[in-house]
């Protein structure tokens, strides 16, 4: 990293000390996990460059960009809509919340038993390590899981403009009118903070722009179809994440150019482990940067991940929004409709999301699932019994983990995995 | 002489070595403990003794494996493998080692078909009885011969080792009869297992696995709680190093 980042770091508030402890643990297993995989397709370099660059070059061309006048807005939930952002002439990133950090100082503000992914998010604003927070302009909450809601009054008195959306719990008329009701006091922020408009031509552009970002991400989800794999889950998982925080344009043009790898690599019958390795869908919590600690001792036990049923994955990316609409309120419909059928588990009751596990399971040819359920995570780890239950009545093989950030139970959870996969031989 | 297949169960208290025949017929075995250097002790254990292919099972098979290259197995296979031998109609196997317990359930061909183990600590483990029987003054081999010579139960209400360790030292201050103590906390432990046994089967005998399975108290409370019946092979600490040997010969 050149010493003109560190000048950036510093002005964005950044405690330099502790970053470069972040940094140095983030590039120590990116190079053990990633790194150190065999055959990984040649186009996976780009993410390489992205995650060597998550700190450094993304964030100095989010503050080009707001030296240019455009704003930034963080979030943390799929609900919040990336259309009605850019159509604003703003910028959307994902807030990671995939480590531990500063866990003593965040533990004065939220009880212990709140689930890793609502402590990160504290952790990295308290501990002063990430740079997108530290450079948005806005940071967009929502109600979705007791944690999160409850979390954001605390929140808001720790960064500088929380925005909290509400949203349905049940899908009914009632649901659908409030999750309508609150995009459109979504727009109208998102107006009030760029100060553009969001006209029938930039909301347009936007859903094309989100859709093709969307689509890649589809057609490199197909080809995990085939066997052998020609690419692994964490790779694939890390396109996923990355989904969440690159330009849109040049992530849609990145993924379609591993795409076309992949093909040939299919075509060869070529793979990144042999014809035949078990195959496990994931489903469940989503599993944000860097949390790689799932997919990592599922592909070094001796098994491919072939798809992910998350919101870093496909319940996030489901579905395009119909671009069709003329007008804004005719396509402002048309983002309530897609988003409308995210089957998060903080619905009630869900039973869409078993339909698409089930789904999955043919469609990425999945010789088992492992249900992926963060500790204290009351929606997912609720959810998992039923799901459980269901998919062994239909003799699809569930392994149901309960699990954090930490490392502790590494050697547990590889024992139970190295013998799910023995089960699915 | 023909070949012979050895299974090392590499525990965080003991660890243990099988060898078999071509028949599967048990020709060696030894045990040590674990001490502070897992594979110092397993080097020691298969110094001199002679086998054709060895795999390794425990929580140590990972270090095994790299430090002698060889295959592994998990315990859960492992178990079901050696419970098969030894009753080859078992459908259920429960498994209480020194730092784990699991509950395993078997299709007809004796393939594992689900399995539960206990979460993090050391509740509901050997672990667990061994420092309560050191609390109250027993000696492990006799805890549940013990425990057995009471007619009645103290409820223990924690699970947590340390919890629990409190609990009994003030219901030993308390005067209570050290007898009952010791099988109400068998009896918690039990609860625990069973939890986890009709998670993953509601029917039929259990085979009860594990060197907690020597202990007697075990073997009936367990059988009295679930109404089932509990087989123990006559070496049960041995079951683990057993199925992984048996899984070595299997390798074509
Ligand atoms: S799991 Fe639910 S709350 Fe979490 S990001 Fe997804 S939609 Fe939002
Ligand atoms: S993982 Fe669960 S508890 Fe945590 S924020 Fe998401 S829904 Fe809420």
């Known amino acids: ?425 | 002489m023909g070949k012979r297949f050895a299974g090392i169960d590499i525990g965080s208290r003991t660890i243990e070595l099988v060898v078999v025949d071509t028949s599967g017929k048990i020709v060696d075995s030894l045990q040590t403990d674990t001490g502070f250097d897992p594979m110092t002790a397993a080097r020691k254990l298969i110094h001199g003794m002679d086998y054709d292919r060895i795999m390794a099972t425990g929580y140590g098979r990972n270090l095994f494996e790299i430090s002698f290259d060889t295959l592994t197995v998990t315990e859960i296979k492992a178990h079901a493998t050696g419970a098969r031998t030894f009753f080859p109609d078992a459908h259920t196997v429960l498994d209480i080692g020194g730092q784990d317990s699991k509950a395993i359930s078997l299709f007809e061909t004796g393939r594992v078909k689900k399995f539960e183990m206990n979460d993090r600590c050391a509740a509901g483990t050997g672990k667990f009885l061994e420092i309560m029987a050191k609390t109250l003054g027993f000696d492990i081999e006799s805890f549940g011969r013990e425990a057995l010579l009471s007619e009645k139960d103290i409820a223990i209400s924690s699970m947590c080792t340390v919890f629990a360790e409190s609990e009994v030292t003030s219901l030993i201050a308390g005067g209570k009869n050290r007898r009952e103590i010791a099988r109400g906390l068998h009896t918690s432990v039990i609860q625990r297992a069973a939890g986890m046994i009709n998670r993953v089967s509601s029917t039929g005998d259990i085979v009860f696995t594990g060197g907690v399975a020597k202990n007697p108290c075990m073997r009936q409370l367990l059988a009295e709680t679930l109404g089932r019946n509990v087989l123990t092979p006559e070496d049960p600490q041995l079951v683990g190093a057993l199925g992984a040997a048996l899984l070595a010969m299997e390798i074509p």
């Open chain 1, 1 to 425: 990293m050149t010493e003109d980042y560190r000048e950036m770091w510093t002005h964005l508030g950044l405690d330099l000390d502790a970053h470069d402890a972040l940094l140095g643990v983030l590039g120590g297993a990116y190079q053990d996990i990633f790194l150190s995989q065999k055959n990984r397709p040649e186009g996976m370099k780009y993410f390489d460059f992205v995650m060597s660059e998550v700190h450094g070059l993304r964030i100095k061309e989010l503050l080009d960009e707001k030296k240019a006048g455009r704003k930034i807005v963080g979030s943390y939930c799929v609900f919040v809509p990336e259309e009605i952002v850019l159509a604003a002439g703003a910028t959307l990133v994902g807030l990671c919340s995939g480590a531990d950090f500063a866990t003593p100082e965040v533990e004065k503000l939220l009880p212990r038993n709140t689930c890793a992914l609502i402590k990160s998010s504290f952790g990295f604003k308290l501990g002063k390590v990430c740079p997108y927070l530290e450079s948005a302009d806005m940071i967009v909450g929502e109600n979705t899981c007791d944690g999160k809601k409850k979390a954001y009054e605390s929140l808001g008195h720790l960064v500088k403009n929380l925005y909290v959306m509400d949203l349905p719990q049940v899908k009914s008329d009632q649901g659908r009118a409030l999750l309508k009701s609150e995009y459109q006091r979504f727009r109208t922020a998102m107006e009030a903070l760029t100060g553009a408009a969001v006209t029938s031509e930039s909301l347009k552009q936007a859903i094309q722009t989100v859709n093709a970002k969307r689509a890649a991400i589809h057609r490199l989800s197909i080809l995990r179809k085939a066997d052998p794999a020609p690419i692994s889950g964490l790779d694939a998982l890390l396109a996923n994440q990355v989904f969440f925080y690159d330009n849109p344009a040049r992530f849609t043009d990145s993924v379609n150019q591993i795409c076309d790898e992949l093909e040939k690599r299919i075509a060869e019958k070529k793979g990144v482990f042999p014809a035949g390795t078990p195959r496990i869908l994931v489903s469940g919590c989503p599993q944000a940067v860097p949390n790689w600690k799932l997919p990592f001792i599922v592909e070094t036990s001796g098994a491919v991940i072939v798809g992910e049923e998350s919101c870093v994955g496909e319940r996030g990316a489901r579905n395009l929004t119909d671009a069709s609409g003329e007008t804004v309120d005719e396509m402002m419909d048309a983002i309530v409709d897609r988003y409308y059928q995210v089957d998060c588990a903080i619905f009630t009751p869900n039973p869409q999301r078993l339909e698409h596990i089930q789904e999955m399971v043919a469609t990425y040819r999945a010789d088992g699932v492992i249900h992926y359920g963060l500790q204290f995570c009351q929606p997912y780890l609720m959810e998992s019994f039923p799901i459980e239950k269901a998919l062994e009545e239909k003799k699809i093989p569930t392994l149901r983990i309960e699990t954090d950030y930490s490392m502790e139970d590494v050697g547990q959870l590889k024992t139970r995995i190295e013998a799910f996969i023995e089960q699915l031989r």
